[in-house]
């Protein structure tokens, strides 16, 4: 069974700051993973997502990501923090399962990460 | 680009009532699932469709049921509201595992 795991439910940063959050997932097969953010009172959007190829994967508003099978990661980063980055962050990771080839897939969130960002 | 609609954006309810969530999509997602958002809970998996006529629970379906007759829509029934049923709820949809999922602007319902 999959799981997603976010290293800190909060994590503070002051503008122009890296910004790190940190997620490890266990999964028996290849999984696709995600990062989504979610302002508040929104729905969540799509940050970048990893399917299969290059490791490292940028995605919009600077971040990026990068895949590292051994650690079983996928680490969100961000060179320098604006306040416009301030939301809740989540990590997730699709896996598919059952006889039908990957067609049947869950989508397993983490717990979240509130990231802040302090002026 | 209506993509996902979710209805209502507020509800309350009295304890043992019961109401449907509304979910549509108009982008032939093949995926459709339900999720309630707690503090400190992160999205949890309620239930999820891989297309009409097929349905499957998730991780907390208890107090909950779906139905897909058609590709576009994927409400969400609660038979019997619960306090512990207040929450956020967020539809999603998706055209396969591995591209975006897209998800509504929640539901906020509370159960008194």
């Known amino acids: 069974a999959q799981s997603v795991t976010q290293l800190g439910s909060h994590v503070s940063v002051s503008e122009g700051a890296l910004v790190l959050l940190r997620c490890n997932y266990s999964?028996?097969?290849?999984?696709?993973l995600f990062w989504y953010v979610q302002y508040p009172n929104q729905g969540l959007q799509l940050l970048l997502k990893?399917?299969?190829?290059?490791?490292l994967v940028k995605g919009i508003n600077g971040f990026e990501a990068e895949f590292k099978k051994s650690e079983t990661s996928f680490h969100l980063t961000k060179p320098s923090a604006h306040m416009s980055d301030a939301a809740e962050y989540f990590c997730?990771?699709?896996?598919?399962?059952?006889?039908?080839?990957?067609?049947?897939?869950?989508?397993?969130f983490g717990k979240g990460t509130l990231l802040t960002v302090n002026p | 680009n209506a993509g996902v609609t979710q209805t209502p954006k507020f509800q309350v309810l009295k304890t043992g009532q019961s109401m449907t969530l509304q979910c549509a999509q108009d982008?032939?997602?093949?995926?459709m699932s339900w999720y309630r958002q707690d503090p400190g809970m992160g999205l949890r998996l309620i239930h999820y469709?891989?297309?009409?006529?097929?349905?499957d629970q998730g991780e907390v379906p208890n107090g909950y049921n779906v139905s897909r007759s058609t590709t576009e829509d994927f409400p969400l029934r609660l038979l019997s509201a619960a306090p512990s049923q207040t929450s956020v709820y967020f539809c999603?949809?998706?055209?396969?595992?591995?591209?975006?999922?897209?998800f509504g602007q929640g539901t906020r319902l509370t159960v008194v």
């Open positions: 982008m032939n997602h093949e995926y």
């Open positions: 999964s028996s097969v290849p999984p696709y």
């Open positions: 999603a949809s998706s055209y396969r595992s591995y591209t975006e999922a897209f």
């Open positions: 469709s891989v297309g009409a006529g097929i349905t």
């Open positions: 997730a990771v699709s896996e598919g399962y059952g006889n039908s080839g990957g067609s049947n897939y869950k989508l397993t």
């Open positions: 990893y399917t299969t190829g290059a490791t």
